[in-house]
């Protein structure tokens, strides 16, 4: 799968996903959490076994959270880490 592969998903209702490239520049990790995540919303499982879960419906939409392992590079805390280091806002 090439960095720049766009992904695309039918869901309910009609609605399309499409993903943005991977950014050429970014670290390896972050890239796989970002594959990792999209992965997770195309397939409805994530390689590390989390599996999302309505959390919220509301008139415009819903929200889905999948609950990662530890080690997942794709679990919010962690994708939250990699990108403000990446952005250059860690401190």
């Given at each position: 799968m090439g960095a720049s592969r766009r992904y695309r998903r039918k869901v309910r209702g009609g609605g399309l996903y499409?993903?943005?490239p991977l950014?050429?520049?970014?670290?390896?990790?972050?890239k796989e959490g970002i594959a990792r995540r999209r992965i997770t919303v195309l397939t409805g499982c994530c390689p590390c076994g989390a599996?999302?879960?309505l959390d919220t419906k509301t008139e415009w939409g819903e929200q889905w959270t999948a609950w990662h392992e530890p080690g997942c590079p794709a679990?919010?805390?962690?994708?939250?880490?990699m990108l403000a280091k990446w952005r250059g806002d860690a401190a």
């Open positions: 499409i993903g943005l950014p050429d520049d970014a670290p390896a990790d972050l599996t999302p879960e679990r919010d805390d962690r994708m939250s880490e």
